[in-house]
């Protein structure tokens, strides 16, 4: 069976404070937050060596980044490698989102780099995948989304794979508070699902899960997570506030 899995994406928001209270302030709820599912929180890599201080007896709560490079160590200014953030215990991070595909052009390649550097260090990548408007509305997207899959990941073995998170993240979707409706998004992670079950098995076919991120909010995660091939949410803006990422926890 697939994992339940909720991740925050907290992007680039909130100074130290404001994020040193978010995290104080999803502790408080911890009785209120859903047993059942993986809660990840996805904070700015500058505030991960504290909060993973902060987190160590805190054991419900996994530390995600949103990026890395796929080099262990070495003369690459700026970057953050897989080898660091797992000597600060950080259970998974984030591949090509949408807005690193296009502010920072990483391409299939490097996607397929970083998430294989990842999983070498044993640390879950949450791959994205997702079409812009443009590619929606010229119905091309059902084939451009398992592009974006076969070329990123279909490199992988079977047991590697059924270890990656993907993520389906409308472009069209993220931030603006335009949902893909339940039918939409369960007819894409249903093809994934179907695409990764005819190149590696039915066993990792089953227990891959297949999130769903773009302005999911309480009013609708219910019914996103209500279908058979949505088994979670890569949260961005109501991630920021405690009480809606605790009550998304509840729509499992
Ligand atoms: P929003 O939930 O703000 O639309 O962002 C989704 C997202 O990009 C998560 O990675």
């Given at each position: 069976?697939?994992?339940?899995?909720?991740?925050?994406?907290w992007?680039?928001n909130?100074?130290?404070?404001?994020?040193?209270?978010?995290?104080?302030?999803?502790?408080?709820?911890?009785?209120?937050?859903?047993?059942?599912?993986?809660?990840?929180?996805?904070?700015?890599?500058?505030?991960?060596?504290?909060?993973?201080?902060?987190?160590?007896?805190?054991?419900?709560?996994?530390?995600?980044?949103?990026?890395?490079?796929?080099?262990?160590?070495?003369?690459?200014?700026?970057?953050?490698?897989?080898?660091?953030?797992?000597?600060?215990?950080?259970?998974?991070?984030?591949?090509?989102?949408?807005?690193?595909?296009?502010?920072?052009?990483?391409?299939?390649?490097?996607?397929?780099?970083?998430?294989?550097?990842?999983?070498?260090?044993?640390?879950?990548?949450?791959?994205?995948?997702?079409?812009?408007?443009?590619?929606?509305?010229?119905?091309?997207?059902?084939?451009?989304?398992?592009?974006?899959?076969?070329?990123?990941?279909?490199?992988?073995?079977?047991?590697?794979?059924?270890?990656?998170?993907?993520?389906?993240?409308?472009?069209?979707?993220?931030?603006?508070?335009?949902?893909?409706?339940?039918?939409?998004?369960?007819?894409?992670?249903?093809?994934?699902?179907?695409?990764?079950?005819?190149?590696?098995?039915?066993?990792?076919?089953?227990?891959?899960?297949?999130?769903?991120?773009?302005?999911?909010?309480?009013?609708?995660?219910?019914?996103?997570?209500?279908?058979?091939?949505?088994?979670?949410?890569?949260?961005?803006g109501?991630s920021l506030v405690?009480?809606?990422?605790?009550?998304?926890?509840?729509?499992?």
């Amino acid at each position: 069976m697939s994992k339940q899995i909720l991740a925050g994406n907290w992007k680039m928001n909130l100074d130290y404070a404001e994020a040193k209270k978010l995290v104080q302030d999803l502790l408080k709820l911890k009785d209120k937050f859903n047993k059942d599912a993986e809660v990840v929180i996805c904070p700015s890599p500058v505030y991960i060596a504290v909060f993973a201080e902060i987190l160590a007896k805190e054991k419900w709560i996994k530390l995600g980044a949103q990026n890395c490079y796929f080099a262990d160590n070495g003369a690459y200014t700026g970057e953050v490698s897989p080898v660091q953030l797992k000597s600060l215990e950080v259970d998974y991070c984030i591949v090509g989102h949408s807005e690193r595909r296009d502010f920072f052009n990483e391409d299939y390649a490097l996607l397929a780099k970083k998430t294989k550097a990842l999983l070498n260090h044993g640390i879950t990548p949450i791959f994205c995948c997702g079409e812009q408007l443009q590619v929606r509305e010229s119905n091309v997207y059902r084939e451009f989304v398992m592009k974006q899959i076969e070329e990123a990941l279909f490199s992988l073995s079977a047991e590697e794979i059924s270890k990656v998170v993907i993520a389906y993240e409308p472009v069209w979707a993220i931030g603006t508070g335009k949902t893909a409706t339940a039918e939409q998004a369960q007819e894409i992670h249903a093809l994934i699902r179907a695409r990764v079950t005819a190149k590696f098995g039915e066993k990792v076919g089953k227990e891959i899960s297949i999130i769903y991120g773009g302005s999911c909010k309480p009013e609708n995660a219910k019914e996103l997570f209500a279908q058979n091939d949505i088994n979670g949410g890569l949260i961005g803006g109501a991630s920021l506030v405690a009480k809606d990422f605790c009550e998304i926890s509840n729509s499992f």
